[in-house]
């Protein structure tokens, strides 16, 4: 596994755009990187619309594990989780979430105990870990 995250830093720089809320990354034909801005603490849905469009424009159907950086997550709006659960099946089919220790890990427990995703999904407090596990497969 070492190997294949060392090939993975070596490539060239990822497509990357940046919203109010956070800033989306694609790592060409290995995954996406999604990561809340340091001042914020919930995602704004017009931003992550708009941060889908970015996506759908570069992926063009292409699915790709998905990696999202929701430590600084103080709360989840339900259009926002409505949102996610709409959209997410059409750019990925595994995602990684990495959560600080209490708030943010709280809220994604009880979220995916209350709706079980349509792919593999799983929380980490460690990006290396989520990442290993993210691109396992």
């Known amino acids: 596994m070492e190997d294949k995250i060392k ?5 060239p720089q990822p497509l990357r755009f940046k919203s109010k809320s956070g800033i989306m990354e694609i790592f060409p034909n ?17 931003e992550l619309k708009r941060e889908l469009v970015f996506l759908e ?17 103080k709360k989840l709006d339900s259009k926002v989780i409505n ?8 750019f990925t089919g595994r995602v990684a ?7 943010s890990k709280f ?14 999904m799983k929380l980490f407090t460690n990006e290396q870990q989520a990442l290993n596990w993210l691109l396992e497969n």
């Open 7 to 11: 090939n993975i830093n070596q490539n």
């Open 107 to 120: 809220i994604f427990h009880v979220l995916l105990f209350l709706k079980k995703p349509p792919f593999p």
């Open 83 to 90: 949102f996610m659960e709409q959209n997410s099946p059409k």
């Open 57 to 73: 424009e570069n992926l063009q159907g292409k699915k790709l594990p998905f990696l999202v950086d929701n430590r600084n997550l």
């Open 30 to 46: 290995q995954y996406i990187k999604y990561s809340l801005l340091q001042n914020v603490t919930s995602p704004e849905l017009e």
């Open 97 to 103: 979430i990495i959560v600080s220790p209490g708030i």
